[in-house]
């Protein structure tokens, strides 16, 4: 089996960031209601 590791850490690395962004998203949206 083909393992590529940089483009599982690629995908893993925008994954992660993209999470952490709706997170601070979410956060920023509950202080704006608040």
Same mark, same amino acid.
């Given at each position: 089996r083909v393992y @590529?590791?940089? &483009?599982a850490r @690629? &995908?893993?690395g925008f994954v992660c960031k993209t999470s952490f962004a709706d997170v601070l998203a979410a956060l920023a949206a509950e202080e704006g209601a608040a």
């Open positions: @590529d590791a940089s &483009r @690629d &995908r893993l």
